[in-house]
Nanobody, 119 residues
Framework: QVQLVESGGGLVQAGGSLRLSCAAS????????MGWFRQASGKEREFVAS????????SYADSVKGRFTISRGNAKNTVDLQMNSLKPEDTAVYYC????????????WGQGTQVTVSS
């Protein structure tokens, strides 16, 4: 069974930084786009960032551009999210995701990791 395991969430003050990491259980994800989504309490899950396996395609939500950086590990079945200049509105459960059969329509999901930014 495919598993995506996140780590690195926690509590940080506004203006601080956190780094999230995600590892896929199968090396087959080395050829899949991977990314991060988040869901704040009472809100729908939203896209944060994604990166193709080749690294040639990277996308960010407007709300995180210039503050967050997504990267893929050398083995390509890992994806990290460096989050700088965090704001209270970044507080959410962050989910690692991997595109399924080249599409984000029904991706594989991790279990989520809580990020809380205090003001």
């Amino acid at each position: 069974q495919v598993q995506l395991v996140e780590s690195g969430g926690g509590l940080v003050q506004a203006g601080g930084s956190l780094r999230l990491s995600c590892a896929a259980s199968e090396r087959t994800f080395s050829t899949s786009a991977m990314g991060w989504f988040r869901q704040a309490s009472g809100k729908e899950r939203e896209f944060v960032a994604s990166r193709s396996a080749s690294g040639r395609s990277t996308s960010y939500a407007d709300s995180v551009k210039g503050r967050f950086t997504i990267s893929r590990g050398n083995a390509k079945n890992t994806v990290d999210l460096q989050m700088n200049s965090l704001k209270p509105e970044d507080t959410a459960v962050y989910y690692c995701a991997a595109a399924k059969f080249g599409s984000w329509t029904d991706p594989y999901w991790g279990q989520g990791t809580q990020v809380t930014v205090s003001s």
